[in-house]
């Protein structure tokens, strides 16, 4: 090997190829880019013709109760996607959620907002090294559910709402179904009121939406209510996703990250 440099290209290009072939299985493999599933809400009945779903996450960081207080007014029913992390820091905002059981539903965002991706990364958050470690981030999350005193939660959403398809395995496996989205209402709390309630002004029955009520500086809360009030004058009926018909996969969202 130390004098291969030396060797006529002729030579050298068939001997790189054979060492190619014979490395580990995926030791030079990019890894796989991670998935973004987007689904819809199932309104093929006539009962469930104009079902919307709002799901807000909660990752870390604090409570943005404007968001819950405008739903609570509106009486808009969401599923909320918490991290161990955020029940842990947001005892008193978990207690108003828990008091709103008609309204709202709780659900696993993980333990500590690490996405479901092996050895890679999802908008710079990095995943874990194995399988266990999502393992970990899924358990984590429906044990400090259960302890909050909220019903077993049913549904998973990852950090970044991507996976891998060693994240999508363990997590079927663990018997939860991943939340995907059809309508991003405000980039991971990063959107002006303004832009929130446009991005809210373009919902269709069947939409999923996916926002934030963890971060109070955000535009979220305020595009919110200014947008559902139109949204419920035009006779979307907001369900949470275990009200839901279903949820059917779709080949991309209108407004992604
Ligand atoms: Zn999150």
């Not at 060797?7 to 014979?22: F, I, S, W």
């Not at 709002?54 to 009486?75: E, M, S």
């Not at 009121?193 to 955000?218: E, F, K, T, Y």
């Amino acid at each position: 090997m130390h004098n291969l440099p030396s060797m006529p290209l002729a030579v050298k290009l068939p001997l790189l190829l054979v060492l190619a072939l014979l490395l580990p299985c995926g030791a030079q493999a990019a890894p796989m880019l991670p998935h973004e599933p987007h689904q819809r809400l199932d309104t093929s009945s006539p009962a469930h013709a104009r079902d919307v779903a709002l799901t807000l996450d909660a990752c870390g960081g604090t409570y943005d109760r404007d968001v819950i207080t405008a739903l609570v007014r509106l009486k808009v029913p969401a599923t909320i996607f918490v991290t161990r992390r955020w029940l842990d820091a947001n005892p008193v905002a978990t207690r108003e959620l828990l008091a709103h059981p008609e309204l709202f539903e709780i659900e696993n965002h993980g333990s500590a907002h690490v996405p479901a991706v092996v050895g890679g990364s999802v908008f710079g958050m990095r995943g874990p090294r194995d399988v266990a470690g999502i393992e970990k981030e899924v358990l984590g999350g429906a044990q400090a559910i259960s302890r909050a005193g909220s019903q077993p939660s049913t549904w998973f959403r990852g950090a970044g709402a991507a996976y891998d398809a060693q994240g999508e395995q363990c997590i079927a496996r663990l018997g939860y179904q991943i939340a995907g989205f059809s309508l991003n209402a405000d980039d991971g709390a990063t959107l002006g009121a303004a832009a929130v309630a446009r991005r809210l002004q373009r919902v269709q029955p069947g939409d999923i939406v996916i926002a934030h009520m963890n971060r109070p500086a955000s535009g979220t809360a305020e595009g919110i209510a200014a947008a559902l009030p139109e949204l419920l004058a035009r006779n979307f009926r907001f369900v949470k996703l275990s009200q839901a018909a279903g949820v059917q996969p779709v080949n991309s969202g209108r407004s992604t990250r």
